[in-house]
C-alpha cells in the first residue's frame, strides 16, 4: 500500500511538471466559463456556429483530459469522501462528475443547435454544478497531494537524520577502536622497551657488581697458587671468603629482586614491611613502613598486590640510586571512602619535576637512565591499577611519591 501510495505521489509530480499539454480540470472549468458567459450575453447566438463550435472546443478537452495520464492518477483516488482522502485497495476507474458533464455538453450542444433554449438553459446550469463539484473535488486533490507530499518528505527527513545519527555514531566507534587500537599499540611499544630497559638494568647490574668482583675474587684465588708461603696463603684465603659471601649475598638480592613475593602465603602489608626492611639493611638508609592497622585489601587481587609492590620497590630503588638520603618511609592508608592510599617519601635531594606532570614523561624533561625508566615504569603500573601516580618534589627539599587507587565499584553502587 506504502509503495502505491509513494508511486501515484511521483507519477503526479512527474505529470503536474511534464505533462503541460494536457488540459486539467481547471482548463477545462475555464472554457466553460467562456460558453456560460457568451451564452447567457447573447441568446440569439444560439444557432451560432461559432458557440457550437466552443462547446464541441470544450467536448474535445474534456475528453483529452479522460484519457490523459493525469486523469489516470485521480482516478486512483476514490471521491466519494474528499474530505478523507485515502488509498483504497480497488480504485474506481472514472470519475462520475467528468462523465457527467461530458454528457451534459452532448445535450446542451444539442439543445442549442436545436434552439430548445430553456433546455439549455437547465443543461447549462447542471454542467455549473458538476463543474462546482468537480473544483470542489480537484481541491481535495490538491490537499491531499500537499499533504501527502509534506508527510513524505518529512518521512525523508527523518530517515536521513538517522542515518546521519547512525553514520555519527558507527564513526565514533570506529574512531574509539581506533584511538583504542593506537593506545594498545603504543602500551605495547612501552612495555616492551621497558623490558628491553630492565633486562640492560639488570645486566648492567650484574655487571657492576657480581662480575667485577668475581674478577676481583679470581684475581685473589690467582694469587693463592702463587704464594708459597702458608702463612700469606692463609691471609689471601681469609680475604677471599668474605668476598665469596659477599658475593653471593649480592647474587642473592638480585635473585630476590626479580621474584615477585607469593601473596599467597604473604599479605602486602607484611611485603612491603620486609621491603622496607631488606632496603635498610642493603642500602643503610633508615627505612621503615608505617602501615594503617587491621587494613583490609581484600578487594586488591593478587596481580594488582604486585603492581603496587613493584612500584613501592621501584621508588626504593631510585631513592637508593639517586636521592642521597637518609630516611625514607613508606606509607599504606585505606580512606574513609575506601580509596587506597600508597606513599613513599625520602629527605634526600629531590629534582627538577613538571608542575603538570602526564602520565608519560617527556625524555627531555629528566636525565638520561634509570629514574626516567623508574617514573615512566611507576606511571605505567597505576594505570593499570585504575589509579593516579603525582610526584611532588623540589631541589633539596626530597621526594614524595602518592599512589591513589579508587575503592572498588559494588553491585549497589552501580543500582544507585
Not at 67 to 81: C, G, H, M
Not at 129 to 156: H, K, P
Not at 288 to 313: C, G, P, T, W
Amino acid at each position: 500500500m506504502r509503495k502505491r501510495h509513494i508511486i501515484i505521489l511521483l507519477t503526479f509530480l512527474f505529470l503536474s511538471c511534464a505533462d503541460q499539454d494536457s488540459p486539467n480540470i481547471q482548463d477545462i472549468v475555464n472554457k466553460w466559463t467562456d460558453i456560460d458567459r457568451r451564452f447567457a450575453a447573447d441568446t440569439a447566438a444560439l444557432a451560432d456556429s461559432a458557440l457550437v463550435d466552443f462547446i464541441d472546443d470544450f467536448s474535445l478537452s474534456l475528453e483529452e483530459f479522460r484519457q490523459s495520464e493525469l486523469y489516470r492518477t485521480y482516478s486512483a483516488i476514490p471521491f466519494s469522501q474528499p474530505q478523507n482522502l485515502s488509498f483504497s485497495p480497488h480504485p474506481p476507474t472514472d470519475i462520475k462528475e467528468v462523465r457527467i458533464v461530458s454528457d451534459l455538453a452532448l445535450l446542451f450542444r444539442d439543445s442549442i443547435v436545436s434552439g430548445d433554449m430553456e433546455k439549455a438553459r437547465a443543461v447549462s446550469a447542471e454542467i455549473s454544478g458538476a463543474l462546482i463539484r468537480l473544483l470542489m473535488i480537484d481541491r481535495d486533490v490538491q490537499r491531499y497531494i500537499g499533504s501527502s507530499y509534506f508527510r513524505l518528505l518529512i518521512t525523508l527527513i527523518v530517515f536521513i537524520v538517522i542515518t546521519a545519527l547512525f553514520i555519527l555514531v558507527l564513526h565514533r566507534s570506529l574512531s574509539h577502536s581506533l584511538k583504542l587500537e593506537a593506545e594498545g599499540r603504543i602500551f605495547s611499544h612501552s612495555y616492551m622497551l621497558a623490558q628491553e630497559e630492565e633486562r640492560a638494568r639488570i645486566s648492567r647490574e650484574l655487571h657492576d657488581t657480581v662480575i667485577q668482583d668475581m674478577h676481583y675474587f679470581l684475581l685473589e684465588t690467582e694469587k693463592i697458587g702463587n704464594t708459597g708461603e702458608k702463612s700469606e696463603r692463609e691471609a689471601l684465603s681469609d680475604k677471599t671468603v668474605p668476598m665469596m659471601a659477599d658475593l653471593i649475598r649480592k647474587t642473592r638480592d638480585i635473585c630476590n629482586d626479580l621474584i615477585p613475593p607469593d601473596f599467597r602465603f604473604n599479605e602486602l602489608p607484611d611485603s612491603l614491611r620486609k621491603l622496607c626492611f631488606d632496603f635498610g639493611k642493603r642500602s643503610g638508609i633508615d627505612c621503615h613502613a608505617d602501615i594503617m592497622e587491621s587494613i583490609n585489601l581484600d578487594f586488591l587481587n593478587e596481580k594488582k598486590r604486585l603492581q603496587i609492590f613493584r612500584i613501592v620497590q621501584e621508588a626504593l630503588n631510585n631513592i637508593e640510586k639517586h636521592a642521597g638520603a637518609n630516611k625514607a618511609i613508606v606509607i599504606l592508608r585505606l580512606g574513609p571512602d575506601g580509596d587506597l592510599f600508597i606513599g613513599i617519601s625520602d629527605d634526600g635531594k629531590g629534582f627538577a619535576y613538571p608542575p603538570s606532570s602526564s602520565d608519560i614523561i617527556p625524555h627531555q624533561q629528566f636525565d638520561r637512565g634509570y629514574r626516567q625508566l623508574g617514573i615512566r615504569s611507576m606511571k605505567e603500573r597505576a594505570v593499570i591499577l585504575g589509579g593516579s601516580l603525582k610526584i611532588i618534589t623540589e631541589e633539596g627539599e626530597g621526594t614524595l611519591i602518592c599512589l591513589e587507587i579508587p575503592p572498588p565499584v559494588t553491585h549497589n553502587a552501580k543500582e544507585t
